[in-house]
């Protein structure tokens, strides 16, 4: 049984004091649902089930996504100097996403599967070429992939290169005070 075979996932509260669980109360429609999933795979009888504990992994926040396109968006008008067309926020993505990325992995594969790859993966470049039509490339996931903390250190990246750059923006100014509000 793997990932498929998942009924429904419940947040619960380990406490240890109590050495017990409970289940949060913002659930309640998920666990009802959950209930009724059982139900129909029951048929009426006992029905064995395995439960796992993971942490729970904040994903980074909606917030985070919008200010990081907006950090983009100014960071690409300023390299384009106000002209139009040049580089666009998606190239300043791929730029930042090499030097503060967090995660890479590098695999060996076939130079033929590298388009394959770049389905799965959000960075792909090819770092050696080895024999027999191989190569090595470097691999990264995205933003996307990212937890509110990495995504956290991937925004403070963007404001430093910004000021790098010497981009005397009132909008970069203005997402910076906000920045510093959000709680780490």
């Not at 403070?156 to 009132?170: K, S, T």
Request: include cysteine; charge should be negative; glycine fraction near 6%.
């Amino acid at each position: 049984m793997g990932r498929k075979s998942i009924v429904g996932r419940l947040p619960v509260v380990y406490d240890p004091a109590r050495r017990g669980f409970a289940v949060e109360n913002s659930a309640e429609f998920v666990k009802t649902q959950i209930c009724q999933k059982l139900d129909e795979l029951a048929h009426g009888k006992p029905l064995r089930l395995t439960v796992t504990f993971e942490p729970e992994r904040k994903g980074r926040s909606i917030n985070q996504n919008r200010m990081m396109w907006a950090l983009l968006t100014i960071m690409a008008d300023a390299y384009n100097a106000g002209r139009a067309g040049g580089i666009q926020p998606e190239d300043c993505y791929i730029e930042m996403l090499e030097e503060y990325g967090l995660e890479y992995d590098f695999l060996e594969l076939p130079v033929a599967a590298v388009p394959i790859l770049r389905n799965a993966y959000r960075l792909v470049h090819i770092v050696e070429l080895l024999d027999n039509d191989r190569c090595t490339v470097k691999a990264s996931m995205g933003s996307s992939s990212f937890s509110t903390a990495q995504m956290t250190a991937f925004i403070d990246g963007i404001f430093d290169r910004l000021a790098e750059m010497g981009v005397n923006d009132p909008n970069v100014t203005a997402y910076w005070q906000e920045w510093q509000e959000v709680p780490r």
